[in-house]
DNA sequence: TAGGCCATCTGGTCCT
DNA sequence: AGGACCAGATGGCCTA
């Protein structure tokens, strides 16, 4: 469509498409020009006609329109079309400002997420979140509770047991973490499977930042896109890491309630 | 060239 | 009545 020439080279879901010019590009088009052509004069005979009493789009409803000129329908329609596409700006806004925020590298030359991965995405990385933080709860208190218990009963601690604190967040949070890189639940029912022969990242600029982020190599962008979580294609080992895919460590209850909620309407 | 992703238009439905 | 929301259809762009 011609409205697409408006879109960036990295198609950016919000084009900065002005309303003021969208009469022109949307008079300019080819949609509207089949509709013009084809349907609305018949469509409005049978609105004049007052054939389907409740017509056709959500701001031409009553046979009162019947009143209205063509001139008058075609601004009706564009108001309609302003209003949506205000709405599916604004919709894309939202999710660039949730893409701001997701655990993966923005810039030139890094592909955008789609919607669905930026979806699917936010939702591993709550998940994660939860389950980082309930850890987290739960290891606070389990060193506080030791040192309470140790510390009546210590006298003096050698310096080499000074750092006595478990090597908590990575370890502990790689069971998550496979939360966000790849939960099942919403997204597929392929089991899972290990791999180790995917090539490591040889994309740079187009691999998956989200795995960097996470202080991972990144599998390649190609990969990312045809499988955003790599969900189907398996979960990569690393190299020295303990494995955090949900085969091995499934997600803690404390987030089962976040598994109920549902992608889908 | 097929498939994925996207913007836009459109008509229907629901809500205020 | 008017606007918001939704889903289907359509066509363009891009990539493998």
Redesign the pocket.
């Known amino acids: 469509?011609?409205?697409?020439?408006?879109?960036t080279?990295s198609?950016?879901?919000?084009?900065d498409?002005a309303v003021d010019s969208?009469a022109s590009?949307?008079f300019a088009?080819?949609?509207?020009q089949?509709?013009?052509g084809d349907?609305?004069l018949g469509?409005l005979r049978a609105e004049k006609n007052c054939d389907?009493p409740?017509?056709?789009?959500?701001?031409?409803?009553?046979c009162?329109e019947a009143d209205l000129s063509k001139d008058d329908l075609q601004d009706l329609?564009?108001?309609?079309?302003?209003?949506?596409?205000?709405?599916?700006?604004?919709?894309?806004q939202a999710?660039d400002g949730l893409r701001e925020v997701m655990p993966y590298a923005q810039g030139p030359s890094v592909?955008?997420?789609?919607?669905?991965?930026?979806l699917l995405l936010a939702r591993n990385y709550i998940l994660m979140l939860s389950s980082s933080l309930e850890e987290m709860k739960k290891l606070v208190s389990d060193v506080y509770g030791a040192s309470a218990q140790s510390h009546s009963a210590r006298r003096v601690l050698p310096p080499a047991s000074a750092a006595p604190v478990p090597q908590l967040p990575l370890l502990s949070l790689t069971p998550s973490l496979h939360s966000l890189v790849g939960s099942t639940s919403a997204v597929t029912v392929a089991p899972l499977r290990h791999t180790s022969t995917q090539p490591t990242v040889a994309h740079a600029p187009?691999s998956s930042p989200t795995a960097g982020y996470l202080g991972f190599p990144a599998p390649p962008?190609?990969t990312m896109?045809?499988d955003?979580l790599h969900l189907s294609s398996g979960y990569r080992h690393f190299p020295g890491m303990p494995c955090p895919c949900s085969l091995c460590q499934p997600l803690p209850a404390s987030t089962g309630c976040l598994h109920s909620l549902s992608m889908g309407?």
């Not at 409740?54 to 009553?62: F, T, V, Y």
């Not at 329609?77 to 894309?92: A, F, I, P, Q, T």
């Not at 955008?112 to 991965?117: D, V």
Request: some cysteine.
């Open positions: 469509m011609d409205s697409d020439a408006a879109s080279c198609r950016s879901s919000s084009p498409l969208a590009v949307f088009n080819k949609m509207f089949a509709y013009s349907r609305e469509h389907r409740h017509s056709s789009a959500s701001g031409l409803k009553s009162a329609r564009l108001k309609v079309n302003s209003r949506e596409r205000k709405r599916m700006h604004d919709l894309n999710m592909r955008k997420l789609s919607k669905i991965s930026t187009r962008l190609h896109m045809k955003p309407k």
